[in-house]
């Protein structure tokens, strides 16, 4: 039974280019969210959707967006990349939304270093 | 101010040692509160979670929920240097899904 697999698992981009990273959440769970972890620090939520729709967003800017296509895989695309951007880029699936005892399943993450 | 707070550590245990790890939280609304494991370059684990007051055993692991102080804790007994990582509080809110919000972690260290 695969987990989430996420894509890339590293990444080296300069300031101002775009990225795109993947993530395929974890068999039978249809919802994904997308975490920003920066060095030293705790996940950060960046957003999560749910039936292809983005359903909750965390405190991040409109350069950070997603997609869900219908096999319920998610992209992740961040515009204008800042160095501030460098972090490990974490996907995390569930099924249904609304039950918090189904609890998170994490990816092994996407390391982005923007030079 | 930060909604999670954890002590960054490191804490450090000598092995067959209790550690305990602590964590506050800012928002009363807050409802379900989750300790996650995260190996050095690895994505974090879920080892427990606990919604009420009071205490949650899981093998070596026991979780502890005091809501009045906004406070939850992570008992790990017998410990061993295979525990040795930085451990993540987090919680979600009312009405937030399933979006949790982390502490910053607190790196355990347990000594042979």
């Known amino acids: 039974d695969a987990g989430v697999t996420q894509s890339p698992t590293h990444l080296i981009k300069t300031r101002g280019q775009q990225v795109t990273l993947r993530c395929s959440p974890k068999?039978?769970?249809?919802?994904v969210s997308w975490y920003q972890q920066a060095l030293g620090q705790g996940p950060q939520f960046i957003f999560q959707?749910?039936?292809?729709?983005?359903?909750q967003r965390g405190n991040f800017p409109d350069r950070f967006s997603g997609h869900q296509f219908p096999n319920y895989s998610s992209e992740l695309n961040v515009n204008a990349l800042l160095l501030g951007d460098s972090a490990l880029y974490l996907c995390?699936?569930?099924?249904?939304?609304?039950?918090?005892?189904?609890?998170?399943?994490f990816g092994n993450g996407t390391r982005l270093t923007v030079t | 101010q930060k909604e999670v707070e954890q002590n960054s550590g490191p804490l450090s245990v000598p092995e067959g040692a209790i550690a305990s790890l602590n964590c506050t939280y800012s928002d009363r609304g807050s409802q379900s509160f989750f300790w996650y494991r995260q190996y050095s370059g690895k994505s974090p684990e879920l080892i427990m979670f606990i919604y009420s007051n009071g205490d949650k055993e899981d093998g070596r692991f026991t979780a502890q929920l005091n809501k009045a102080s906004q406070y939850v804790s992570l008992l790990i007994r017998d410990s061993q240097p295979s525990d040795s990582a930085t451990y993540l509080c987090a919680v979600t809110h009312n009405n937030a899904g399933n979006m949790l919000t982390f502490g910053g972690g607190t790196r355990l260290m347990v000594k042979p």
């Open positions: 959707y749910y039936e292809e729709e983005e359903r």
């Open positions: 995390a699936s569930r099924s249904r939304p609304g039950r918090v005892n189904s609890p998170l399943h």
């Open positions: 068999s039978g769970h249809d919802t």
